[in-house]
């Protein structure tokens, strides 16, 4: 799918092969997704015991993106969409799944998801093979690990507020020297309060972070990266801030796709930590592509919004929680493809088994909050896509861009 | 009667009592069964279409001509025709007239010593009035509906019950709003509606109406005194407000990490007054997370110089906690400045109580339970050697909300054990009674008066599952140790944040938070066990906590409003009727 406006100079294209567009063209490439599912789950919160279970359909990560290059690549414009503010204004039902207020629900994406100027290779031949990078936006924090949108499984891990920063205003400088990226940045803490908010801009700067990625064998890549993000849960920033760590190795080749990863968030000066460790595998098949990911996570039990237990409140007024608990996640699925082009499509099923235990003390009993302390969780339904495939989100070097082909939406 | 018939009935009956044998006494010489009328309805006084009509037979099954049949009303009133012949078939006939009263009607037909019963329904007539049948003058608090709701009756011209009248309700007096602008009478007759009473202290009033059925009905309420609303005093949104402490007109405001704000509210200093409060200083104290605030009165040294802060730091409720006590010098309140600090390792302090002949302040330690420091003389630098004692208790461990010394005793509010008697001497503790006798929900703040001890709940987690929070009261028995005596359920609330009586010992008030019924509460303390309700004012974003303080002789609540929007709320209470 290609379109050419030749007096303007400009290519769209629906592939990565677009962006690697005539010398003093801008060539663009588009894509859009959306997955059509039905949750269902035993494990609901509300308090007071008993069996409960809730059913929903929704659809989730409705995202429309646009990629610009020009000047040979050296410059480049990301842009994402996403429309969860009016798909899932209240989330997206997975238990165990926190943050930006939601709870037992995956909140959903801001308006504009990612609106980055990246420039690359900024003193061409003058560092020698070096490639020094730069990235100005509202975007990723070069910290951890890739989003879960661009990763196999459709539910997101416990972990998503432990191992990703995003939709911040950042500035990010970049070197890359062989099989070595070093990232740093600057950003503002607060995250979104809403899906139609946009960061506060008078935090600006107030955070930052750093991120060492090193390509030792081809497909091969490991990263450790640090944070600190200041008050991300209080806008006006006068919450208590995290110290996030996260180190991970991550395989890619041919139709293997292998990650694991650990991470660790002390909140305010390490009166509450929660760990992560995270394993996740995905194998490319003739037509289909099965996937399973191990998670154990921790995570603070806050006050819930009254009647409505997937909430908590917002803004915040004291630092204290009700307790940690710690969510085993065992997810394993499957997609088959059954559209190509221009509409791809894939049917999924995906079945979690979720174990949520009390580490530590405080007054969160999940027994008497969810009725149980296991139970499952199983979505089918679509992932539909057309243009170009979903790239890795969540990093910002040169190389990292490529599709997700093997893994990710179809 | 025919002759004929008379004795026809005789040797049947005759025959029939020999072939029962001896014994049986005399049956029924004839058999009646019903064959047209039963089971009509038809409205009062009304004569019913269809006639009774009975068949009189012989025990063969053949037709009896000629019986006299004799008709009788057993039920519901009216008329039914006395008494009618059986004609060639067997049949006799009679008419059947309604009385006055709806419901069930019957009339028995008999002959022989054989009897029938016909039913049939008395609709009422159509409706002529209406009758007031509840909620009639009652009390009530502005703006909150009246506990029972108005009812009428619709009733025809005989008083019987009407349904399906459709009744009209209007607000006449009083400002206020009805549940049900009209409403149908239900199977009784009865139409409702209930009456949320205006803003404003005074008479209410609503008027029932139905087309054709009279002059409007008058339903009468009274709004009686509540909380006046006088003032809300923004707090920078910097975690807002989560105390307030008066004295001398002085109002010490826990401002989180905007420290402490100390405001004229009517001492004098500045000039301010309740509904002018003027900022006197403010001093963040180290670490910021101001909670709550206690102004020393040192009646040996004769001073007021010291403010003691609670810190609240980071915690998980149940086990662990953070945050020291801070001390500012007041003794210039144009110059108020942090000069010590008590730290405790492993426990964050939260309220406090001060024995301020002995010079000893209690603080309560959360998973630290009772701390007792010694705060005579001048207090610089670290004063952490100057604990007293300390005490923890409880089975399942110690996490103490709040305490306060009364009649020689500390009480001590723990969430996960209950309500605490213990004993001190000269700061040195000793548990001495209660303790496990809360195990429903968490147990939150306390407030000691009257020979009886107030304590709320904060369940946000429903320990148990059950919904809504608590205000229990205690009686202190002649040994100071507590017994429950009653509670008041609280719903749609998270938490009974806050507990206080006014200084003359006759009106409760409590905070709630999280949920719909948020806010202030006021309790008259005539008899102390059973408190009764005598206003709220409802505040949707939370009361975090609640302090009487009493200005220039009138008594004033001061509230912390919790974000977004914190303030710190002032009301009139001087005006309940308690």
């Given at each position: 799918m290609r379109l050419t406006a030749a007096l303007a100079g400009i290519t769209i294209g629906?592939?990565?092969?677009?962006?690697?567009?005539?010398?003093?063209s801008v060539t663009a490439s588009w894509g859009a997704q959306a997955t059509l599912e039905l949750v269902a789950t035993?494990?609901?919160?509300?308090?007071?015991g008993g069996d409960r279970s809730l059913t929903e359909a929704r659809i989730v990560m409705p995202v429309g993106m646009l990629h610009a290059a020009a000047l040979g690549g050296r410059v480049r414009v990301l842009a994402a969409a996403h429309l969860e503010k009016y798909t899932i204004p209240n989330g997206e039902?997975?238990?165990g799944n926190w943050g930006e207020s939601f709870t037992d629900r995956r909140h959903p994406h801001t308006l504009a998801h990612e609106l980055m100027l990246v420039t690359s290779d900024l003193l061409g031949n003058v560092d020698g093979r070096v490639n020094l990078f730069l990235a100005v936006g509202k975007g990723f924090v070069?910290?951890?690990?890739?989003?879960?949108?661009?990763?196999?499984?459709?539910r997101f891990p416990v972990n998503h507020h432990l191992s990703q920063i995003l939709e911040r205003a950042v500035v990010l400088a970049g070197v890359r020297a062989g099989p070595a990226t070093l990232e740093g940045a600057v950003f503002n803490g607060d995250e979104p309060v809403a899906p139609g908010s946009w960061p506060a801009?008078?935090?600006?700067?107030d955070s930052w972070a750093a991120r060492l990625t090193l390509?030792?064998?081809?497909?091969l890549e490991a990263q450790g990266s640090l944070a600190l993000v200041q008050a991300p849960e209080n806008r006006p920033g006068a919450g208590p801030d995290d110290r996030k760590a996260s180190a991970s190795a991550r395989y890619e080749r041919g139709p293997w796709y292998g990650q694991l990863e650990w991470a660790r968030t002390a909140t305010a000066g390490g009166a509450f930590v929660f760990h992560s460790l995270l394993a996740e595998a995905a194998l490319t098949m003739p037509g289909h592509r099965p996937y399973v990911r191990i998670e154990r996570s921790e995570r603070p039990e806050e006050e819930r919004v009254f009647g409505n237990p997937f909430r908590t409140r917002?803004?915040?007024?004291?630092?204290?929680?009700?307790g940690i608990t710690r969510w085993t996640v065992v997810t394993g699925g499957d997609a088959v493809e059954v559209l190509r082009n221009p509409l791809r499509g894939a049917p999924f099923v995906e079945v979690s088994w979720i174990g949520i235990a009390r580490t530590g003390?405080?007054?969160?009993d999940p027994t008497v909050f969810y009725g149980r302390t296991h139970g499952a969780s199983i979505t089918i339904g679509v992932r539909l896509a057309a243009g170009m495939r979903m790239p890795r989100m969540g990093r910002y070097q040169p190389?990292?861009?490529?599709?997700m082909s093997a893994m990710s939406v179809p | 009667m025919r002759p004929s018939s008379a004795r026809t009935a005789t040797l049947l009956l005759l025959a029939a009592a020999l072939a029962c044998g001896e014994g049986s006494g005399p049956g029924p010489s004839h058999v009646l069964t019903i064959t047209?009328?039963?089971?009509q309805t038809d409205t009062v006084t009304h004569t019913l279409p269809a006639a009774y009509v009975v068949k009189v037979t012989d025990a063969a099954s053949a037709p009896q001509s000629g019986v006299t049949v004799t008709w009788t009303v057993t039920g519901g009133g009216g008329t039914v025709t006395p008494s009618s012949t059986t004609d060639a078939n067997g049949l006799a006939t009679a008419t059947r007239t309604l009385g006055t009263a709806a419901g069930v009607a019957t009339a028995k037909a008999e002959a022989g010593g054989a009897s029938v019963t016909f039913t049939a329904t008395a609709r009422a007539a159509a409706p002529t009035h209406l009758m007031k049948s509840a909620g009639d003058v009652q009390n009530g608090i502005p703006g909150q509906p009246l506990p029972i709701p108005f009812a009428v009756t619709a009733l025809d011209q005989y008083n019987n019950p009407v349904d399906s009248v459709p009744v009209a309700w209007a607000?006449?007096?009083?400002g206020g709003s009805v549940s049900a602008a009209s409403s149908q009478t239900d199977a009784l007759g009865v139409a409702r509606t209930t009456l949320t009473l205006g803003d404003s202290v005074g008479p209410n009033a609503v008027s029932a109406t139905s087309v054709g059925l009279g002059a409007p009905l008058s339903f009468s309420a009274t709004a009686v005194a509540g909380a006046v609303f006088i003032r809300s005093l923004a707090i920078p949104e910097?975690?807002?407000?989560h105390d307030q402490f008066i004295r001398d007109g002085l109002a010490f405001v826990?401002?989180?990490?905007?420290?402490v704000i100390i405001y004229d509210v009517g001492n004098g200093i500045r000039g301010g007054t309740p509904a002018n409060p003027i900022l006197v200083d403010s001093v963040t104290t180290t670490?910021?997370?101001?909670h709550n605030a206690w102004w020393f009165h040192n009646p040996v040294a004769s001073e007021k110089r010291y403010l003691f802060i609670g810190q609240e730091g980071p915690g998980s409720i149940g086990s662990s906690s953070s945050g020291d006590i801070h001390v500012v010098d007041v003794s210039n309140l144009d110059s108020i400045h942090q000069v010590a600090f008590f730290h405790r390792p492993g426990a964050g302090t939260h309220n406090f109580w001060m024995d301020e002949p002995n010079q000893i302040l209690y603080a309560a330690?959360?998973?630290?339970g009772v701390a007792a420091i010694d705060v005579s003389g001048t207090l610089t630098g670290d004063?952490?050697?100057?604990?007293?004692d300390s005490l923890s208790f409880g089975a399942s461990g110690t996490y103490t909300w709040g305490l306060q010394l009364y009649n020689g005793s500390l009480y001590a509010a723990d969430m996960l054990s209950g309500l605490w008697q213990l004993s001190t001497t000269l700061g040195t503790l000793a548990s001495v009674a209660g303790g496990?006798?809360?195990?429903a929900r968490f147990t939150s703040d306390l407030w000691v008066a009257n020979g009886y001890a107030y304590t709320g709940t904060w369940d946000h987690f429903r320990r148990t599952g059950l919904s809504g929070s608590l205000l229990k009261v205690w009686q202190l028995d002649a040994g100071g140790a507590p017994v429950a005596v009653d509670s008041i359920l609280v719903d749609n609330?998270?938490?009974?944040s806050d507990v206080e009586v006014s200084p003359d010992g006759k009106l409760l008030m409590f905070s709630t938070e999280s949920?719909?019924?948020s806010g202030f509460w006021f309790y008259s303390l005539a008899d102390p066990a059973h408190p009764v309700l005598r206003g709220r004012y409802l505040e949707p974003s939370g009361v975090h906590t609640a302090t009487f303080g009493t200005i220039a002789g009138k008594l004033y609540a001061f509230g912390a409003k919790n974000p977004s929007g914190a303030a710190m709320i002032i009301l009139d209470v001087s005006s309940l009727d308690y």
């Amino acid at each position: 799918m290609r379109l050419t406006a030749a007096l303007a100079g400009i290519t769209i294209g629906a592939g990565h092969a677009a962006a690697q567009g005539r010398g003093g063209s801008v060539t663009a490439s588009w894509g859009a997704q959306a997955t059509l599912e039905l949750v269902a789950t035993n494990l609901v919160p509300g308090g007071g015991g008993g069996d409960r279970s809730l059913t929903e359909a929704r659809i989730v990560m409705p995202v429309g993106m646009l990629h610009a290059a020009a000047l040979g690549g050296r410059v480049r414009v990301l842009a994402a969409a996403h429309l969860e503010k009016y798909t899932i204004p209240n989330g997206e039902l997975a238990p165990g799944n926190w943050g930006e207020s939601f709870t037992d629900r995956r909140h959903p994406h801001t308006l504009a998801h990612e609106l980055m100027l990246v420039t690359s290779d900024l003193l061409g031949n003058v560092d020698g093979r070096v490639n020094l990078f730069l990235a100005v936006g509202k975007g990723f924090v070069p910290f951890g690990t890739d989003d879960p949108m661009s990763r196999p499984a459709v539910r997101f891990p416990v972990n998503h507020h432990l191992s990703q920063i995003l939709e911040r205003a950042v500035v990010l400088a970049g070197v890359r020297a062989g099989p070595a990226t070093l990232e740093g940045a600057v950003f503002n803490g607060d995250e979104p309060v809403a899906p139609g908010s946009w960061p506060a801009w008078d935090r600006f700067g107030d955070s930052w972070a750093a991120r060492l990625t090193l390509v030792p064998l081809p497909g091969l890549e490991a990263q450790g990266s640090l944070a600190l993000v200041q008050a991300p849960e209080n806008r006006p920033g006068a919450g208590p801030d995290d110290r996030k760590a996260s180190a991970s190795a991550r395989y890619e080749r041919g139709p293997w796709y292998g990650q694991l990863e650990w991470a660790r968030t002390a909140t305010a000066g390490g009166a509450f930590v929660f760990h992560s460790l995270l394993a996740e595998a995905a194998l490319t098949m003739p037509g289909h592509r099965p996937y399973v990911r191990i998670e154990r996570s921790e995570r603070p039990e806050e006050e819930r919004v009254f009647g409505n237990p997937f909430r908590t409140r917002r803004p915040l007024f004291e630092n204290s929680i009700f307790g940690i608990t710690r969510w085993t996640v065992v997810t394993g699925g499957d997609a088959v493809e059954v559209l190509r082009n221009p509409l791809r499509g894939a049917p999924f099923v995906e079945v979690s088994w979720i174990g949520i235990a009390r580490t530590g003390g405080g007054v969160f009993d999940p027994t008497v909050f969810y009725g149980r302390t296991h139970g499952a969780s199983i979505t089918i339904g679509v992932r539909l896509a057309a243009g170009m495939r979903m790239p890795r989100m969540g990093r910002y070097q040169p190389d990292a861009m490529h599709d997700m082909s093997a893994m990710s939406v179809p | 009667m025919r002759p004929s018939s008379a004795r026809t009935a005789t040797l049947l009956l005759l025959a029939a009592a020999l072939a029962c044998g001896e014994g049986s006494g005399p049956g029924p010489s004839h058999v009646l069964t019903i064959t047209a009328g039963d089971a009509q309805t038809d409205t009062v006084t009304h004569t019913l279409p269809a006639a009774y009509v009975v068949k009189v037979t012989d025990a063969a099954s053949a037709p009896q001509s000629g019986v006299t049949v004799t008709w009788t009303v057993t039920g519901g009133g009216g008329t039914v025709t006395p008494s009618s012949t059986t004609d060639a078939n067997g049949l006799a006939t009679a008419t059947r007239t309604l009385g006055t009263a709806a419901g069930v009607a019957t009339a028995k037909a008999e002959a022989g010593g054989a009897s029938v019963t016909f039913t049939a329904t008395a609709r009422a007539a159509a409706p002529t009035h209406l009758m007031k049948s509840a909620g009639d003058v009652q009390n009530g608090i502005p703006g909150q509906p009246l506990p029972i709701p108005f009812a009428v009756t619709a009733l025809d011209q005989y008083n019987n019950p009407v349904d399906s009248v459709p009744v009209a309700w209007a607000v006449t007096a009083g400002g206020g709003s009805v549940s049900a602008a009209s409403s149908q009478t239900d199977a009784l007759g009865v139409a409702r509606t209930t009456l949320t009473l205006g803003d404003s202290v005074g008479p209410n009033a609503v008027s029932a109406t139905s087309v054709g059925l009279g002059a409007p009905l008058s339903f009468s309420a009274t709004a009686v005194a509540g909380a006046v609303f006088i003032r809300s005093l923004a707090i920078p949104e910097n975690y807002g407000i989560h105390d307030q402490f008066i004295r001398d007109g002085l109002a010490f405001v826990c401002a989180w990490n905007s420290g402490v704000i100390i405001y004229d509210v009517g001492n004098g200093i500045r000039g301010g007054t309740p509904a002018n409060p003027i900022l006197v200083d403010s001093v963040t104290t180290t670490g910021g997370q101001v909670h709550n605030a206690w102004w020393f009165h040192n009646p040996v040294a004769s001073e007021k110089r010291y403010l003691f802060i609670g810190q609240e730091g980071p915690g998980s409720i149940g086990s662990s906690s953070s945050g020291d006590i801070h001390v500012v010098d007041v003794s210039n309140l144009d110059s108020i400045h942090q000069v010590a600090f008590f730290h405790r390792p492993g426990a964050g302090t939260h309220n406090f109580w001060m024995d301020e002949p002995n010079q000893i302040l209690y603080a309560a330690y959360y998973n630290g339970g009772v701390a007792a420091i010694d705060v005579s003389g001048t207090l610089t630098g670290d004063i952490s050697t100057r604990m007293i004692d300390s005490l923890s208790f409880g089975a399942s461990g110690t996490y103490t909300w709040g305490l306060q010394l009364y009649n020689g005793s500390l009480y001590a509010a723990d969430m996960l054990s209950g309500l605490w008697q213990l004993s001190t001497t000269l700061g040195t503790l000793a548990s001495v009674a209660g303790g496990g006798n809360e195990a429903a929900r968490f147990t939150s703040d306390l407030w000691v008066a009257n020979g009886y001890a107030y304590t709320g709940t904060w369940d946000h987690f429903r320990r148990t599952g059950l919904s809504g929070s608590l205000l229990k009261v205690w009686q202190l028995d002649a040994g100071g140790a507590p017994v429950a005596v009653d509670s008041i359920l609280v719903d749609n609330v998270g938490a009974v944040s806050d507990v206080e009586v006014s200084p003359d010992g006759k009106l409760l008030m409590f905070s709630t938070e999280s949920g719909p019924n948020s806010g202030f509460w006021f309790y008259s303390l005539a008899d102390p066990a059973h408190p009764v309700l005598r206003g709220r004012y409802l505040e949707p974003s939370g009361v975090h906590t609640a302090t009487f303080g009493t200005i220039a002789g009138k008594l004033y609540a001061f509230g912390a409003k919790n974000p977004s929007g914190a303030a710190m709320i002032i009301l009139d209470v001087s005006s309940l009727d308690y």
